[in-house]
Each structure stands twice: as C-alpha cells, then as structure tokens.
C-alpha cells in the first residue's frame, strides 16, 4: 500500500514577513563579506532567483488564458511582491496604483482621511489627501500613502500627495429669488408707505403730495394724474 505524500508545511502571511525579512539582511552580509565563497553564494542567490522568476512568469501566462486566474494571483500580497520583484506584473501601472489607493482608503477613513487617486503621468503619481490633523500627523499619513503606492508601484519617480482643491462657494439661497430685471426696462422709482411722493408736472415745475402707495409698488402715471390739482393750485 502506497504511503500518502508528506503534507508540505505551508507559511501564512506573518511567518513570511519574518523570513524576507532576515533574508535582506544575510544578503547584505554576503555582499559586504569579502572573498570568493561569499561572491559564489551571490550567484547562486541570484541563479536561483532568475529560475524561479522564469517559473512564476510561466504559470501567469498560463493563468493569463483563463479569465478570472490571475485575481487572485495578483491579490496575494507574497506573489503580489514577487511578481514586482521579478517585473512580471500582469497590472498596467496606473491600475496598480489604483489598486493601491483603495486597499488604503478603509485605514485612513478610520482616522478622519480621504484619499483619491488624481492620476498617473511620466511615472508620477499624484494623490489627493485630506486629513484632519495637521502637522505631524498629517505627514505620517502622506508617508503612509507613498510607501503603499511605491509597494504595489516600485517603478514610479515619484508619489506626490497633495491637499484636495477647495471646494467651491455656494450661491446663498436669499440670491435665488432675485428676480433679474428685463433687458431694456424703464428705471422706476420704489415709494414706501405715507412717503411723499414728487411726480414731474410740467417742465420745470413738480408737485409734491402724500399719496399712500403700497410697499415696493413704482410710482406710475396714475399718480402723477393725482397730482395734477395740487399742480395748478386747484382743491385738493
């Protein structure tokens, strides 16, 4: 009877980060240790890198074939990061630093910011934040951003995060029920209540009299015909 295979121990996302972690730092001791058995680790190091780069983009093209495979390839934060490293991302540039940008929007929502992606142009990514706290919070949070978007995007020059533009001012409501006056129309001339009211007569000559006239309503040629009498001396 055939024996089953071995189950192969498989590592979750907080025990790689660890390893990548000490791996950076014995390669930086190789390379800083003379002599020849530290030059031949190196190449093998980097042998071994360019083989398993060369199987990582094979299986992607195969996935490539298959609507929907590569998602979840590119969602994984492990081959997410060896794709980048070996530049064999399926995503075009400005999608990963979209896909960047909303990966961080739930985090910076939770501490009062909002984030927004403005554009990507001659590698250059410019990114709207705004935060509420100023000073060194605000740049711990531009910080933030630029060291995810250089993760999911590590060929961009640069991250340039920016404050959003402020919005416009709006129109008071008291300004919506101006009604605009006509193109043309004769200039007229608001009497308030029990005010006198000076009506021209005849050239050169006004007659002045206490007509009570409703609030705002112009002074119109029936109240110049009013006036009349008073103009010529006649009874009141």
């Given at each position: 009877m055939a024996e089953p295979p071995p189950v192969v121990s498989r590592l979750d996302d907080p025990a790689v980060e660890p390893r990548l972690a000490r791996l950076d730092a014995l390669l930086s001791q190789l390379e800083q240790t003379p002599g020849r058995t530290a030059e031949l680790a190196l190449e093998a190091v980097e042998l071994l890198t360019e083989v398993y780069g060369e199987a990582l983009a094979r299986?992607?093209?195969?996935?490539?074939?298959?609507?929907?495979?590569?998602d979840p390839l590119t969602g994984d934060e492990l081959l997410r990061h060896l794709l980048l490293l070996h530049r064999i991302h399926p995503d075009p540039l400005d999608r990963r630093v979209a896909?960047?940008?909303d990966d961080l929007r739930p985090q910076l929502r939770a501490q009062g910011a909002e984030i927004a992606l403005l554009g990507v142009e001659n590698e250059v990514a410019r990114i709207s934040l705004a935060a509420r706290s100023c000073g060194g919070g605000g740049a711990a949070l531009r910080d933030l951003v630029r060291q995810q978007v250089l993760t999911f995007a590590p060929e961009l020059s640069a991250v340039d995060v920016v404050a959003p533009a402020p919005v416009p001012a709006l129109i008071p409501v008291t300004t919506l029920w101006q009604r605009p006056e006509p193109p043309d129309a004769p200039a007229t001339a608001a009497v308030t209540p029990d005010a006198p009211a000076t009506v021209a007569v005849e050239p050169g000559v006004t007659a002045t009299s206490k007509v009570a006239v409703t609030g705002g309503v112009p002074a119109t040629g029936a109240v110049a015909r009013a006036a009349g009498p008073l103009a010529s001396g006649g009874p009141a």
């Open positions: 299986v992607t093209d195969l996935a490539a074939g298959n609507p929907g495979a590569l896909r960047a940008v």
